[in-house]
């Protein structure tokens, strides 16, 4: 799957699942609480993205170079998304539950279906 289907398939999740919550769960909370649980789905798929990206591109590299990019990656990822809380928090005022919820929510979803789309992709080409 190309980086460009991949992208639109991550936003429309993402999208689609904040339309769906917000009459029946986000609602109920206040608009900060509401920003709080967008900007957690935006971290979740900007960090997918980015590891989806990462896998494209070093796909047909040597297995060092790709190794490095997926675990130096991976931590690159885990800071920024750590960074963007902290900032969130902090900075912007968010409520911690709502941001961490969706935030966690969204990873745990978008992480299945990166593994399912690599696992798929790297079968495809092995036959």
């Avoid at 709080?36 to 494209?56: D, P, R, S």
Wanted: charged share 10%; proline share 2%.
């Amino acid at each position: 799957m190309s980086l460009g289907r991949y992208t639109i398939i991550v936003l429309a999740l993402v999208a689609g699942s904040l339309a769906l919550a917000w009459p029946l769960l986000l609602s109920r909370l206040d608009a900060r609480g509401r920003w709080a649980a967008v900007f957690g789905g935006a971290v979740a798929a900007a960090n997918a993205l980015g590891a989806y990206f990462l896998v494209v591109w070093s796909q047909k590299k040597s297995t060092s170079v790709f190794m490095g990019a997926v675990l130096g990656g991976m931590v690159g990822r885990m800071a920024l998304m750590l960074a963007a809380v902290v900032a969130a928090v902090l900075a912007l005022g968010l409520p911690k539950v709502p941001l961490l919820v969706s935030l966690l929510g969204f990873f745990v979803v978008l992480l299945a279906l990166e593994l399912a789309v690599v696992h798929r992709r790297t079968t495809r080409e092995a036959r």
